[in-house]
């Protein structure tokens, strides 16, 4: 992932996610050395922190949330250490911050709806980034085998059967039935009560 981008996406996210500026969102270069020295060695950070909020009483690091280009980092004062690999531990749409980082609801700290957008969009990041630096080089796409071929047969596309119980001779019944199904999805997800 492109540090450069993701300072100044933290930058400009990161601190969205505060319910409070008690704590301040600090950003590198912005960030003390002994302050990012005690928090990287209290929250057992693997890699350089490029963002993080110190929640713990004058500045100890000891409590607080920090990301890095590869995961997010979390503790409080009730709990060990949470880490959270973007590109392993989470799936967009199904984890969010207080199921998988256990940021609970009353924290006075986080706001976990934001939170959870904003891990979203790191995942989405760290996956485009991943997969733009993935992509096959030219000589490897030119020594690909060639497909044979097609016969006429081959190319014609499959005729769609219409369903019994169609009422008209239009191949029109098959996706809107699923396009209702995908509103209504999302009108129940949005409507869900979190706390359930």
Do not use: H
Request: net charge negative; glycine share 4%.
């Amino acid at each position: 992932m492109d540090i450069k981008q993701l300072k100044a996406f933290l930058k400009e996210r990161f601190p969205l996610c505060m319910k409070s500026r008690s704590f301040p969102v600090l950003t590198v270069p912005s960030i003390p050395e002994k302050q990012l020295a005690r928090m990287t060695r209290n929250l057992s950070v693997k890699e350089d922190i490029i963002s993080m909020c110190d929640t713990s009483l004058f500045g100890k690091g000891k409590n607080g949330i920090a990301f890095t280009d590869k995961a997010v980092y979390f503790k409080d004062l009730f709990g060990g250490v949470k880490v959270i690999y973007y590109d392993e531990d989470w799936i967009i749409g199904k984890d969010d911050a207080f199921d998988t980082l256990g940021i609970t609801p009353t924290n006075t700290f986080f706001d976990n709806f934001a939170l959870t957008d904003l891990i979203d969009d790191l995942v989405r990041m760290s996956a485009e980034s991943r997969d733009s630096t993935e992509e096959p080089a030219p000589e490897a796409a030119a020594e690909a085998p060639a497909e044979s071929p097609k016969t006429e047969a081959e190319k014609a596309p499959e005729p769609d059967e219409e369903d019994d119980d169609d009422d008209d001779e239009d191949d029109d019944d098959d996706d809107g039935g699923s396009l209702l199904l995908d509103i209504l999805d999302v009108a129940l997800d949005v409507t869900e009560d979190p706390s359930v």
